[in-house]
Structures are given as structure tokens and as C-alpha cells.
């Protein structure tokens, strides 16, 4: 079996940097140019969010701009996100287009039908989908349905052996290893214990194992380069979006101290 | 009182299956982070009800402590205005703290203490679970922190007082409309944050496995009594048994025990009343059952308010403890099988049923439990003047005073 694209973005014989941008905030344009701005600044992969009501796992930034995508004229979900993911494919605006990961809360796959969800990610050209609220053992149905897309699992730092062993023989593309316990968004510190937690996934897959929550500096993504395959950096790319030229300054700073 | 939490396969009523699915609905749905909590939890509940100590203790802290069993009284002039032979009332208001919500309160704290846990956390609404779970915490000598949206904190200032009285942390929650499904969120978010010493206590028949079949456990004690009063006072069947639905504890505490004991021949209408708010036909109700489709929120699979794009609605009741968007898995169960029927009901007919039970019993109810007892008339209309019903009333109406005066009852 060929590798996916979304694997391969991490094998590029260096740590892989993955940006989190809010589709449709502050609006769908804007978010599409913060797309290209995140590609333009060295994006090696880009999570590109679906505003949800009840965004469980997310800090403040993130929900916040789900709060304001949400809340503009004619409302704005699944299917403007994807709308926002094609036209970025379709028109990435660098040479070698990173691949896009879309990262949604169950419900909005499921009002929309799992099958259907699916047909039109990949549609929009996306690579893979990542599904905080749904651990593998709820997977199945989706699992049967998004064949041509990787599903990313994460594993925490409350996962047990057992449960690291579930996650790592589900997940596809890489393994999402959340930094903290807790939601998303910067923390001054990384966790303790991080690059054991990184160490324990890595015995049970050969897959990139990325790390994500709670990294918010080009010095945080440094260290955490230092043990992961690849650095996700959400909240503090967020904060940045309304702005794409601030967007790509901060990205490329990212990509530089990943890098590095 | 083992046999309640522990079913054998010979029971034709036999849920959960293993993995917490009430047909379709139920599941867990949350991030990995609380996962391995609740695979924890779902381990250490059926270690406890095997173990003959945990359910003597819950028991007697039940009679003891909470005051049970709470009566199963005749309310005969409640029965006469509404032109039925019989209306027995299951009186949860006289529990101590003054609602159902204790019975579940006692059976988690005793299991957050039997867990090693020294802190727990709750979210509520009216504040009614909020309240019984700071009791129970100071019972227990827990640390405790009650999640509470900021409306409803302005709604129900002397049970915010309370909970502080009785040396709990009230945390206000501003996100969304500040009301209960954003306390819910908030007190999740505060558990995948500080899972390894925290025990997140549910208050309704909600959320990921094993939450729905624990707190309805817990509440089966409820529909149990009422069974075995029924028998004591050696009444013939009754036709109809009634309780309000918001997350449905107390209605699925009423109707688990019939569901499991009693034969579907002999068995009685099972009736729950949702909040239809200022009507099913407007967007201000609480009536995902008559209403929703089903969903994902807050960990599980079940019906639920939303939107086109899945995002859950804003729910509307008069009463704080019915406007949730959702409602516990085992009620769609319920009511796709057609095991329990569900109806809906407006706040101004909750309100002539509160003032009815007042005027007529002196008895002062809820306005959640004030739903339950707004179906009479129309059981009233269907089974005949020969009708027996039960209703159970879940809660006393003292907190809901500010409410019905700005409704201009009494005036």
C-alpha cells in the first residue's frame, strides 16, 4: 500500500509543522486566504476547523471563532467549510499544496449523513478528518463510509497502554498526541512527561505521531520538534487570522523554529 | 434493593448492553482524554453494586439521611377536580433538599469516595442538583465545585446561595445563553482538564456511559416504592404512571422499574411530559423527543435540538430543570420501541397545574414536576372517571416562588 498523503507530509526527513485555522472566520474569504497564507509561510499540513456549537475540547480562541463564524449571515457549518477546503485545493496558491486535514465534531458528520460527509470531503480534496469526540470504538460507521480519507485518532496523556495500542491501530495518515490534559490553546508551559508519552506511541506504530494543545511559540514548537514528528499549532494561529499577512509572518517563524 | 441494579438476562427489559447503547442510542462520544476515566468508572459502578456493603450503605443513607421511603399519597381532592377515580402522588419533594436529585447525588458521592476521589464537581440548572450534590459533598467531606450558567445564577440566587452556604464553589459559566447545556459543557471541559482526582457528578440520566444507567439506577428507587406501595396498600393495577421529562431522571427512576418488573399485560401507561414551553409550534421549547431528531451531544447518541448544520438549539421552559436540548438515551429508546409515551406541555398549562395541586392538596410542586401533573385532564379524558393515575412529583416548588409570582398566580 502506497503511503497516504498526509503521511508523507511528515516524512520530508525533518519535523512536519501543522497550522489549525477556523473556517469561516472572520468570514469564508478571509478564512480562505488565511488557507493560503498558512501555505505560503511553510505549512506542512493544515487542519482547517468547522465551527461547531458545543466545541467541547477547544479553549476560548478556538471557540470564540467558531462563536463568530457561526453567527454570520446565513449561518456557516460542515458545508461552507468544505466549500472554503475546495476552493483552497483547487487554488492553493504555492507550488506544492499541503495537505488538508478537516477537523469536526461528530454531530455536524452525522446531521449531514456519514456517507454524504464523506463524498463531499473528498470532493473538496481533503486528506483526512480528525473527530475529537469520537474515539475508534465509535469510529465504525464513519470508518465504512470514508474510504480515500485518513481518520486521525488522538491519544492523551491519560491514555493507558491498552488504549494507546486502540488508537494507534485506528488511526490513520499520523497519530494526534494531545500535549495536556485539559482543551485547546496555549500554555506557558509544555507538559511534563511529553516525550515519554510521544516514546509509548512510537512502540505501538510506525506512523508520525504529531503533538497538539498547549503550543503557542516558535520556542514551544522548537522543543517539541525536538521529540515529535510534527508540531500542531492551533489557538495561536487562530488569534492571528483576521490578518492573512500576520498569518504567514507567524507561520513561517513557526516553520523556521521547527525546523531549525 | 440488589436486584434493582444488577438485572439478570431472564428480564425482558435488558438495558444497557455492555458498551452503555439503548438500542441505537446512548454510546460515549467524548475526547480520548476522558475516555480511560469512564472505561475506570464503568469497572469500579458494577464492582460496587456486586458489593453487598456499598449497596446497604446507599441504602441507609436513603432512610436515614434523605428520609425515604417518600409516600405514595391519595390525593383525593386533586382526583375529584379532575374527575378521576384515584391520583396518587410519589412525593420526591419531601426528600431531604427537597427533590429527586439526592438519590443520585448519594450513590455517585459514595462512589467518587470509594474511588479514591476527594473532589467532585456538578454542573446544574435550577440549581436543584447543584444543591444535593454540595450536601452530599459535605456529608462525605468532598471538596466541590458546581458548574452553573450565569442566568441561571441570576434565576436561582438563594440555591446559589446554598450550595456556598454548604461550602461548595460556584463556577459561573457565560459561554452560550448561561443555562444548563452550557454547564454541562463547561463542567466537562473542567473534567478532561482534572480527570485524575475528579468525579464528574451527572445530575440527569444523561451524558457518556456509564452516566444514563447509574443515575437511573440510582433512581429506580422511586418507581420501585412506588410498586411496592401499590401492593402494601393492596390497590388494584393502576392506568396510568406520569413524571416530567427534561434529562428524564426522575421519569426514567419511575418507569425502569415497571419497564423490568412488571409484565407488559399488566403493565400501566407509561407517560412522560416534556417542556413545550410557549408551544411545539414556536422555537421556545424544551421537547426534543416531539421535536428533535437524533444527535450527538455532551457524550451521547440520542434526540436532540438542532439546527441544519448539527449545532445543538438553545432549549426554552419555564422551568430551569426542563429546558435542556437533548434528553437521556433510554427515553428515544422508549419511545421508538413505543415502550413509554411521551407528550408535551405548555408553561401556562404547568402553571394551572401548579396552582390546582396548591390550592387543592396544599401542596406546593415544581414547576418541572408541575408538567407531569398538567397530563391529568387529558388522562382524565382518555381513561374515563374509573382511572387510577400515579404522578411522581420530583421536586417542591419553594424555589420556583420568584417565577410563579411574575406569572401572576396568587395575585
Known sequence: MSESRLTAAFRKGRPALVTYLMAGYPDRDSSLEALRAAARGGADVIELGVPYGDPLADGPVIAEAA????????????????????????????????????MTYLNPLMRLGLAEAAARMREAGAAGVIVPDMPPEAGAAWKRVSEGLDTVFLVAPTSTEERIAVVTAASQGFIYCVSATGVTGERETLALGLADLVGRIR?????????????????????????????????????????AGEVEAFVRELAAAVRA | MTEVFLPSAEMAYSTPDAQGFYGPYGGTFVPETVVPALGELAVAYEEAIADAAFLE????????????????????????????????????????????????TIGQCLLARRMGKTRVIAETGAGQHGVATATTAALMGLECAVFMGTEDIRRQALNVYKMRLLGAEVVPVSDGTGTLADAVTAALRHWVERVEDTFYVIGSAVGPHPY?????????????????????????????????????????????????DVPVEERPLLVGAEAAGLGLETDKHGAALSKGSPGVLHGFYSYLLQDEAGNPLEAYSISAGLDYPGVGPEHSYLKDEGLVRYESVTDIEALEAFALLT?????????????????????????????????????????????????????
Open chain 1, 67 to 102: 462563536k463568530v463564524a457561526r453567527e454570520q449571515e446565513g449561518g456557516f457549518g460542515l458545508i461552507h467549510a468544505l466549500q472554503v477546503a475546495e476552493a483552497f485545493t483547487a487554488d492553493p496558491g504555492v507550488e506544492e499544496a499541503p495537505p488538508l486535514v478537516v
Open chain 1, 203 to 243: 512502540a505501538y506504530t510506525p506512523l508520525p505521531v504529531a503533538v497538539g494543545f498547549g503550543v503557542g511559540t516558535p520556542e514551544q514548537a522548537a522543543q517539541v520538534a525536538a521529540i515529535a514528528d510534527g508540531v500542531i499549532v492551533g489557538s495561536a494561529v487562530v488569534k492571528r487570522q483576521r490578518d
Open chain 2, 57 to 104: 450503605e446507599f441504602a441507609y443513607l436513603l432512610h436515614d439521611y434523605v428520609g425515604r421511603p417518600t409516600p405514595l399519597y391519595r390525593a383525593d381532592r386533586l382526583a375529584d377536580a379532575h374527575r378521576l377515580r384515584a391520583v396518587y402522588l410519589k412525593r420526591e419533594d419531601l426528600n431531604h433538599t427537597g427533590a429527586h436529585k439526592i438519590n443520585n
Open chain 2, 212 to 260: 444514563p444507567r447509574m443515575v437511573r439506577d440510582f433512581q429506580s428507587i422511586i418507581g420501585s416504592e412506588i410498586i411496592a406501595q401499590l401492593e402494601e396498600k393492596a390497590l388494584p393495577p393502576v392506568d396510568a404512571v406520569v413524571a416530567c421529562v427534561g434529562g428524564g431522571s426522575n421519569a426514567i427512576g419511575t418507569f425502569y422499574p415497571f419497564l423490568r
Open chain 2, 359 to 411: 390550592r387543592t392538596e396544599g401542596i406546593i410542586p415544581a414547576i418541572e414536576s408541575s408538567h407531569a401533573l398538567a397530563l391529568l385532564p387529558r388522562l382524565a379524558a382518555e381513561l374515563g372517571e374509573d382511572a387510577t393515575v400515579v404522578v411522581t412529583v420530583s421536586g417542591r416548588g419553594d424555589k420556583d416562588m420568584d417565577i410563579v409570582r411574575e406569572a401572576g398566580l396568587g395575585e
